[in-house]
């Protein structure tokens, strides 16, 4: 609570809460537990899991309150209805809830009983109800409704009235132009290198490189009301661009664009190439066509470099060809006519090449240069993946490397005689420092070649060469001495290539042994990726090397590893050559001479560009490489590479892209949800209601983020969520974020109460957050050491500004978090002191009253002085000493002011009394993060005490990362006792119950004896579990956690102690989708299934205790001091397992001597 004057919020109860209602005229109190609204945040449409929502009464406002039942009794059901929005209304509470299907106002008396009806809302659900006046106004389905309560309680029929609102006019159909650099996904380079496609936000541009328009690949799409969605890109072989489309969802639309404008190119001469350049330049030359069948959802697509011709992978785990028929004559083909004639009208086709029953099955496809051979990842096993050959003309496929290991990335040479790809199969393991088990180091993949043909030789064996010979090779032809002099290249490019057309020199590949010619490049161990051959056949890479992160203990995601460096390895030198750091990812041209780099500038905060280079050439401005003297590295040019994407003009009209955001995210669902049937829905049906009723009433993003999340909520079911873009370039009409009003709210880590003090008063540090105060991103930053302030201290000012009791000081760091502030406190052994001080001024009339009485007293010792100086003349005149000056007044009336301090027990000799330090304000997450770490000190230290040691406690708060580093960072300590508590409450879910369960199931094997005298007995394994366990659980337990409770129930490891779960153990992350604007859409893609009876129970319900606990609220009553009562949850845990010990009475075995030896006898006598 908050006073209505200002100051600092005061915690009122000691549990989870986000409702409180007063009963009108009385002195009683409601209070609610997840009352928020049920279609968003965790809970769905028909929700019946652990986190419904709680009801408590407090009927005589005697900080009581009792559970209040809330159960559909006439339908004969057992289970409490999942509620929001509760409100106390006269002798009735009302609330919302969907007992029969859709959400609705009922009712029930103060008893819980007597359940009424109120509204017949039959589809779209009541929300946002709120009570004022006897009335209650909610919305259904974008309207407004109110209800007169005391009506509606008389008479159950009495019907809610729609309240019609008109709205003004929106600006969303207004176009916007937003920077295209900051929404720039992905650039493309020409076949040839001297233009690039650029995709921004969805849209498909063309441009030189450096210089000129850049020109919008547009698409026909048959729908003008919505935006049209860029969903791939790709250069076909004839330099044309072709772009994938989503206006048909689910069928995919292709769109072939003429070839890129050449204002200063050579002009046509005949007639049919005369008419085809008039209908490009006329900005008509497009051809719009589209597939017979739906394939799903592309992940890769790569054009053959020798014909128009594209393989696709898709979602559903399927290879396909897709090629372009002409109207007149034959498809193109490597060997005879290469080109699709987009003269004549185009119909794309597909044909299944593969696929795989596994899941993400296959990827990573490439083309040979003479366009008959594909190669690919195929995943045959859980774990490991095949590379495959493909030969086109035949369908025949061929195993290169089995799915033994994990294989992905091939890629063919330019001359046909290699095809690499990286490998995990460097098996090196590593004792981990932690757990003193043995693990796998991350980063060991390494690139791999195979020999095409069989009489290859080995290209890393170095040939009986001179060193003269030797660099004459590297300083000629390169390192392929049959790629040709670059005069020869020039002279084919401007043959007529319809008169002089030679078909790609065919590659041999002999298929028999194949799997024994693969060969490990010289190359250190590390993390590669994105491997290709230039035209001078180099082999370009990508090495990055795995750094672990502390992840935060508020579940923050750890961070990505930094870009990588690119390098090129050179067959004539048999070594690498670093080309760039901070390369994200790089792709070659068709011609592979040029490549295009995504880079990152170094830091959190480092700006992405994107740069055009040679390709196997190192950028100019590396390390060693510092360009010509005059050369411009830094803007947009040859010199430096760079491009500039702000060349394209990105114009976007919001209700357009809502539109198409909507469409996308119904199509996405379809095919993406792990149930086709949708669990019953008729999920196409309910888009379109949702489409005609809604939709075309929405007049902001935010507005659309509510309806999309609502109609996933139609699903029934977890891990369904759509997110706001990241970016806020737009404003309220626009759509976007908007701007952050508030600012980064700073913080200091502490709990202050306002102490009044005579005259004034300073806020007392009552509680400091800790966390581990040797890191700053997990301590609060008052507990740092070097800072001195402790709990008992006063603080009197921020940044020199005074406190008051108005403002609180969360106010005063208001946008401060990582800012330092200067804190004036008071350490607690001189507040009486300074108490004193205060009070004399206060008494002086404040700092004015002070300097006057200084004034005052110096007036009269100046007064003082003039007469003694008087006298002094004559003293003076008699050869007496005279009195000092001004120096002496000032000393005099500075001994005066010590004088009276020293009656207030100050010793100014001694220092102020006060001191100001310069700290850090810390951001919320760092501050959650230390709060969260004194949680578990303060508990286990509970646990430790009350059980005199024989109880560990560990607390887990997800399975990812962090949870992972949480329960080692405690159970190698914990494990040592006789039983163990493990604290799943609040556990965000993740991915890793598996590996901490199966430590949880690792009981000692054995003791390891030591010398008499020289240590006690020792478990083995050291880190194994003890003999009991108790596992705590609440309504806030979710995901991979309920699947952690549910087995370890299951597996009748020990009691589970608390209330139900969640209720939701769908999987996501394969199916999220980023919308056009940067919004996320999330839905499950695997359901999670349980043996032996329990199926599907987990889903909507979650997992049950043995003992279940609750923890109802409570008044706060020792706020001002810090008190809070006990947790009865864990106290219940620890009864248990001291009911265990005792019942069990463990105790270390008696070990008997050590043996003798079998050779005794020996020396005995």
């Not at 309207?143 to 008479?155: D, G, P, Q, R």
């Amino acid at each position: 609570a908050v006073a209505l004057a200002g100051g600092a919020p005061v915690p009122l109860f000691d549990t989870e809460l986000d409702a409180i209602n007063y009963e009108v005229g009385g002195k009683g109190l409601l209070l609610g537990r997840h009352m928020y609204d049920p279609v968003v945040a965790s809970r769905w449409k028909g929700y019946r899991g652990g986190k419904s929502g709680f009801v408590w009464l407090d009927r005589e406002g005697n900080g009581e309150p009792k559970r209040l039942p809330l159960r559909d009794e006439t339908a004969g059901s057992s289970e409490d209805l999942n509620v929001s929005c509760a409100m106390w209304i006269q002798d009735r509470i009302w609330f919302v809830a969907d007992p029969d299907g859709s959400a609705n106002l009922w009712s029930v008396d103060l008893d819980g009983q007597g359940l009424m009806k109120h509204s017949q809302h039959a589809f779209f659900d009541v929300r946002n109800a709120k009570v004022g006046a006897g009335s209650i106004v909610y919305t259904v389905g974008g309207e407004l409704y109110i209800l007169e309560a005391a009506a509606a309680a008389a008479k159950s029929k009495a019907a809610p009235r729609r309240i019609p609102v008109e709205f003004g006019a929106t600006l969303a159909h207004l176009p916007q132009f937003l920077d295209a650099e900051e929404h720039c996904e992905a650039v493309l380079l020409h076949p040839d290198g001297h233009h690039c496609a650029v995709s921004c936000r969805g849209r498909a541009f063309e441009m030189a490189l450096w210089e000129g328009p850049a020109v919008a690949a547009r698409s026909a799409g048959p729908d003008p009301g919505r935006a049209v969605r860029c969903l791939a890109m790709e250069y076909l072989y004839s330099g044309r661009l072709v772009t994938v489309t989503d206006e048909l969802m689910p069928v995919l639309s292709f769109t072939i664009h003429p070839a890129p404008c050449l204002v200063d190119g050579e002009r046509p001469t005949k007639a049919q190439d005369w008419l085809s350049l008039l209908i490009a330049d006329a900005g008509v030359g497009t051809q719009h066509m589209r597939l017979e069948q739906p394939i799903g959802k592309i992940l890769d697509m790569v054009c053959s470099p020798a014909h128009d011709a594209l393989v696709v992978t898709t979602n559903r785990n399927e290879l396909w060809l897709i090629e372009f028929q002409p109207s007149v004559g034959g498809r193109p083909s490597p060997q005879e006519e290469p080109v699709a004639n987009a003269d004549v009208p185009l119909t794309v086709e597909a044909k299944l090449l593969d696929k795989s029953e596994h899941e993400e099955g296959l990827f990573d496809p490439c083309w040979s240069s003479d366009g008959e051979w594909v190669a690919y990842v195929r995943k045959d096993s859980k774990r490991g993946s095949s590379i495959v050959l493909l030969k086109i003309a035949s369908g025949e496929k061929t195993e290169v490397s089995d799915s033994g290991f994990s294989n992905y990335g091939p890629c063919f040479s330019a001359d046909g005689r290699f095809l690499s790809f990286m490998s995990s199969r460097s098996f090196a393991p590593f004792e981990d420092e932690v757990t003193s088990e043995l693990t796998f180091a991350c980063g060991s993949t390494m690139p791999y070649l195979v020999l095409l043909q069989e009489d290859a030789l080995n290209p890393f064996q170095r040939s009986a060469l001179s060193p003269a010979e030797m660099r004459d090779r590297e300083d000629g032809a390169g390192d392929n001495a049959d790629g040709g002099d670059e005069e020869e290249r020039d002279e084919d490019e401007e043959e007529d290539i319809e008169e002089k057309f030679q078909p790609p020199e065919q590659i041999n590949i002999d298929i028999g042994g194949i799997g024994r010619r693969i060969l490990q490049f010289p190359l250190p161990i590390g993390r590669y990726c994105n491997g290709s051959w230039t035209d001078g056949g180099k082999f370009q890479y990508l090495r990055g090397y795995g750094v672990a992160h502390q992840p935060g203990m508020h579940g923050d995601d750890p961070e990505e590893d930094g870009p990588c460096a690119l390098f090129a390895f050179s067959f004539q030198r048999l070594k690498e050559e670093k080309l760039a750091d901070g390369v994200q990812d790089y792709q070659l041209s068709m011609d592979l001479r040029n490549m295009v780099l995504s880079c990152r500038e170094p830091g959190p905060d480092g700006e992405e560009e994107w740069r055009v280079h040679v390709a196997g050439e190192k950028l100019p401005g590396g390390d060693d490489d510092e360009g010509p003297p005059d050369a411009d590295l830094d803007s947009p040019g040859p010199e430096s590479g760079i491009l500039d994407i702000k060349r394209v003009s990105l114009e976007v009209v919001p209700r357009l892209e809502w539109a198409q955001v909507f469409e996308e995210s119904c199509a996405h669902v379809a095919e993406m949800y792990f149930d086709d049937e949708h669990g019953g829905v008729d999920w196409s049906a309910t888009c379109a209601r949702y489409r005609e009723e809604l939709l075309p009433r929405v007049r902001s993003r935010i507005e659309l983020t509510d309806l999309v999340t609502e109609l996933l909520a139609e699903l029934g079911i977890s891990h369904c969520s759509f997110s706001d873009p990241t970016d806020a370039e737009c404003d309220e009409d626009g759509g976007g974020g908007g701007a952050s009003f508030l600012g980064a709210q700073g913080q200091l880590g502490l709990r202050a109460s306002w102490q009044a003090i005579e005259g004034a008063g300073a806020w007392r540090v009552e509680q400091l957050t800790k966390g581990d105060t040797w890191d700053a991103r997990y301590s609060g930053p008052l507990a740092r050491p070097g800072v001195g302030i402790t709990e008992g201290a006063f603080i009197i000012a921020v940044n020199r500004t005074k406190v008051c009791a108005e403002v609180s000081l969360e106010q005063m760091l208001a946008n401060s978090s990582g800012a330092e502030v200067l804190l004036t406190y008071v350490p607690p052994q001189n507040a009486a002191r300074y108490a004193q001080v205060q009070g004399m001024l206060h008494r002086s009339g404040g700092v004015d009253g002070l300097r006057k009485l200084v004034a005052s007293q110096r007036k009269s010792l100046e007064g003082k002085g003039a007469q003694d100086r008087k006298k002094g003349k004559k003293k003076k005149e008699k050869g007496k000493k005279a009195r000092k000056g001004p120096e002496a007044i000032q000393a005099e009336a500075d001994k005066q002011l010590a004088q009276m301090l020293r009656g207030m027990s100050i010793d100014v000799s001694e220092g102020p009394i006060w001191r100001t330090v310069r700290v850090k304000a810390v951001g919320l997450e760092t501050k959650r993060n230390a709060s969260l770490r004194d949680l578990v000190e303060d508990r286990s230290e509970i646990v430790h005490s009350l059980t005199k040691g024989r109880v560990g406690y560990v607390h887990v708060p997800d399975t990812c990362e962090l949870g992972f580093a949480e329960f080692y960072r405690y159970y190698g300590r914990e494990s040592e006792r006789e039983a163990l508590i493990v604290d799943l409450r609040c556990n965000g879910g993740g991915y890793a119950t598996e590996l901490l369960l199966k430590q949880l199931r690792n009981p000692p094997l054995g003791f390891n004896m030591l010398r008499p005298g020289r240590g006690k007995l020792q478990v083995s394994p050291e880190m194994s579990t003890p003999g009991h366990l108790v596992l705590l659980i609440d309504e806030n337990t979710s995901s991979d956690g309920e699947v952690w409770a549910e087995a370890f129930k299951r597996f009748g490891m020990g009691k589970v102690v608390g209330v139900r779960t969640w209720g939701g153990v769908v999987s996501v992350g394969g199916a999220d989708l980023e919308t056009i604007d940067g919004g996320e859409l999330s839905i499950p893609y695997q359901h999670y299934y349980t043996p032996g009876g329990g199926g599907y129970v987990l889903e909507n319900h979650g997992a049950d205790p043995d003992v279940e606990v609750h923890w109802p609220p409570a008044p706060l009553a020792g706020a001002a001091a810090g008190e809070r009562r006990p947790d009865p949850q864990l106290a219940e845990a620890m009864r248990i397992a001291e009911e265990l010990l005792a019942q069990s009475k463990t105790a270390p075995p008696e070990i008997p001597k050590f043996p003798l030896s079998r050779l005794h006898r020996r020396h005995k006598g």
